[in-house]
């Protein structure tokens, strides 16, 4: 089926790429914004609608929480790309906020 993509041209497989990438992107907000599951939207429009109407429901923690595991992400990855000896940061980095995450979550979940 991918060679149907060599008929399309290079607009209209990036519009339709950075669009899904948009979708995606919103529809892991709750994630990142909210400790309550909100429900989730086909649409544009509808997701941003969803995403306001729900938040009271912050989590200032969470949010912090996700925003440093980005950082974090972010900063390996930088790393990676201005100093040849530290490319293996890049690889590092999404293992590093797994154990991180989990050693998180392992101190504040009951037993």
């Known amino acids: 089926m991918g060679w149907v993509t060599y008929f399309l041209s ?7 790429m950075s669009g899904a990438a948009i979708l995606i992107a ?3 907000t709750q994630y990142l914004l909210y400790s309550a599951s909100i429900p ?11 995403i306001v109407e729900n938040i009271d429901a ?5 949010f912090c929480m996700g925003m440093s595991f980005v950082l974090l992400l972010l900063t390996f990855r930088v790393l990676s790309r201005r100093v040849k000896r ?3 940061l890049r690889a590092l980095g999404p293992l590093t906020v797994c154990v991180l995450d989990y050693l998180w979550l392992g101190r504040e979940l009951p037993h």
Do not use: P, Y
């Open 10 to 16: 290079h607009t209209t497989i990036s519009g339709f």
């Open 26 to 28: 919103l529809s892991q």
């Open 40 to 50: 989730r939207a086909s649409a544009l429009v509808e997701q941003l609608k969803v």
């Open 58 to 62: 912050f989590n200032w923690r969470e």
């Open 86 to 88: 530290l490319q293996f």
